[in-house]
Nanobody
Framework: HVQLVESGGDSVQAGGSLRLSCVDSGYVYKDKCMAWFRQAPGKEREGVAATSPGGGSAYLDSVRGRVTVSRDNAKSALYLQMNSLKPEDTGMYYC????????????????????WGQGTQVTVS
């Protein structure tokens, strides 16, 4: 079964950088959508970045230019390099996957991914 494990969250000062990692240890679906979401206290969960099996990507407007999403299909891993971090980037970051490879970005916008990790906390002060 799908089992997503995130790591890399930390407390950093504004302007700093973090690299989040996610591994799908269950590795059920080879060609799948993979994405990062985040949720700040008292706010709705929002999509940060997404990737498709074909290599396409999408970003939340407020992080574009500061964040890079990448994936290693051989390792079934997903990464999120975050630079120039701001306090508003604070939140729990979740890795998510979905087998609907032709609807990666629409399902990301609608937060409809099927499989979710437990999250890793990012705090920017």
């Amino acid at each position: 079964h799908v089992q997503l494990v995130e790591s890399g969250g930390d407390s950093v000062q504004a302007g700093g950088s973090l690299r989040l990692s996610c591994v799908d240890s269950g590795y059920v679906y080879k060609d799948k959508c993979m994405a990062w979401f985040r949720q700040a206290p008292g706010k709705e969960r929002e999509g940060v970045a997404a990737t498709s099996p074909g290599g396409g990507s999408a970003y939340l407007d407020s992080v574009r230019g500061r964040v890079t999403v990448s994936r290693d299909n051989a390792k079934s891993a997903l990464y999120l390099q975050m630079n120039s971090l701001k306090p508003e980037d604070t939140g729990m970051y979740y890795c998510a996957t979905d087998p609907a490879r032709d609807a990666c970005f629409s399902r990301w916008k609608n937060k409809e991914y099927n499989y979710w990790g437990q999250g890793t906390q990012v705090t920017v002060s």
